[in-house]
């Protein structure tokens, strides 16, 4: 990328809420892409921006489906690692500083965002404004307003189909599998979640450098504040710091969460917590007012439990304590689920034998088959419809962790309403919900 970017160009208990469910995720993922109009053999042609670990994860796995054709990192030495990798742009892909690049390329048909976490919302915008489908990785966004910045774009680019990175969503044996024993009923009445997510990393004071050569740090920096390199901000540690990220609430959380309110039905526009109380949570350094105190240290949380409360009564604990995973507590049974295993007499005395079938994994899919989480994205493509891993899903999740990030940075409690999208009664609490982004980086709204 350039030195600087300067301006330019309840619900499945009946069948009637089940279709409201699968209307409101349909109405952002779009209507049938043009793209859908393909033969079946054509390949589609990917740009992949962000060429860290995840991003040349991605591309591999878009290889296998498609083509990638351009790869871009404000990193030279990771860009070109990608172009040459003969699982990722095998020699042939263009090559890219300036993501700007891929969007006005004529011949990528839809990008791959796996930059770090601050510069999600404004690519993934442009993208679907250059008439470009996304896939894109969690978490999508770094602020409640960029939560409506993009439903506003994905709203008016229904013809477009957006794919979010919450793998969790196509793993059947586990997560699927919990979350159709929830919605169900199997368990009953679910009580309370708890949801492990990890504790955060505690770190510093760091030293303060020149940047490697190889590396354009003001790109990097993108809409976050102009500050001196430090190694530990940068690739792989971006995410311990509130300027890029959420910590592990926007990390770990961006998956179980999801999990969990999938399960729950609460994860639909209109739905979420009402109450979020941060009061048992700790940072690595002071924070005054919710703003760190010093710019050389990590300053996410490392130490939390912050209690979420629907207006169902359903308690939601997203926690750093105890084992990383999604425990549901029902009024029937209980069941633990994380990547390695479910457990739980539910799961032992098989209480989902005949309600776990060809048909519940169609109806969890959205009326698509079964198959591995970049093949849905693929099809979605070609056949229209809403991913399994979709825009408007992903954005109810990330309203409970940047709710539960700033709960937790002001360590008290804070009250949401789920219908306007706003914290209500806590002036300095509301003042969190967005930033100003550094001049020449500004995220589009789009009309």
Known sequence: MRASFPPRREFLRTAALAGLAGASASAIAGKRPAVAQ??????LRIGCIGMGGMGMSDARDHVRLGDVVAVCDVDADRRERARIDDRAGRGRAKSFRDYRCVLDCSDVDAVSIATPDHWHTKIAIEALEAGKHVFCQKPLTLTLEE?????????????????????????????????????QGLLGEIKQ???????????????????????DWNAWLGQAPQVDYVKERCHEQFRWWYEYSGGKFTDW??????????????????TGPVEIDGTDCRHPIPLVDGMPTRDDSYNTAHDFSVACRFASGTELIVTSRGDNGIAFEGTLGRIFVNRGRIAGKPVEESWDAGYFGREDLWRLYKGKPFEGHKE??????REGGAPVSDVSSHLQTM???????IAARLQRTIRWDPATEQIVGDAQAAALQSRA????????IVA
Request: charged share 25%; net charge positive.
């Open 38 to 43: 393909a033969a079946a053999s054509e390949r």
């Open 147 to 183: 939560n409506r910045l993009m439903r506003r774009a994905c709203e008016k680019h229904r013809d477009k189909t957006f794919g979010v990175g919450t793998q969790q969503r196509s793993d059947r044996p586990f997560f699927l599998r919990a979350v159709n024993l929830v919605q």
């Open 193 to 215: 979640v708890v949801v492990g997510i990890n504790g955060g990393e505690v770190g510093g004071p760091f030293p303060k450098t020149a940047p490697p050569a190889e590396l």
């Open 253 to 270: 959380g961006a998956h179980h969460v999801d999990i969990a309110l999938w399960a729950l039905g609460e994860d639909r526009p209109g």
């Open 376 to 381: 849905n994205f693929y099809r979605c493509l």
């Open 399 to 405: 309203n409970v962790c940047h709710l539960a990030a």
């Open 437 to 444: 982004a550094r001049r020449g980086f500004e995220i589009p």
